[in-house]
């Protein structure tokens, strides 16, 4: 069974740093890309980081870009967010996702969320 789960979130003040795991299983994790998505309150799930499969690859969101890195141990399952000079409006749930081609379609598959919360 596939199995995605995100640690790592808590309180941070701006300017501070967290890195964020994600430990994958029920999978050939080091064969997909992995990416980050994170949805604050009210408004839509938005993707903020994309790595590929063995890692040579990354994108960001502009709004993250300079501030968070992507990475991935394919040895240890797992892929990291490490995320700095953070700001008032990262304040999110931070998920981490993959997709995979099975059964004629792409399926999503998520974790259950780390809270980041940005506050003085």
């Known amino acids: 069974q596939l199995q995605l789960v995100e640690s790592g979130g808590g309180l941070v003040q701006p300017g501070g740093s967290l890195r964020l795991s994600c430990a994958a299983s029920g999978f050939s994790f080091s064969r997909y890309a992995m990416n980050w998505y994170r949805q604050a309150p009210g408004k839509e799930r938005e993707l903020v980081a994309s790595?590929?499969?063995?890692?040579?690859?990354?994108n960001y969101a502009d709004s993250v870009k300079g501030r968070f890195t992507i990475s991935r141990d394919n040895a240890r399952n797992t892929v990291y967010l490490q995320m700095n000079s953070l700001k008032f409006e990262d304040t999110a749930v931070y998920y981490c996702n993959t997709q995979i081609y099975q059964w004629g379609a792409t399926n999503n598959y998520w974790g259950k969320g780390t809270q980041v919360t940005v506050s003085s």
């Open positions: 790595i590929s499969s063995g890692g040579a690859s990354t």
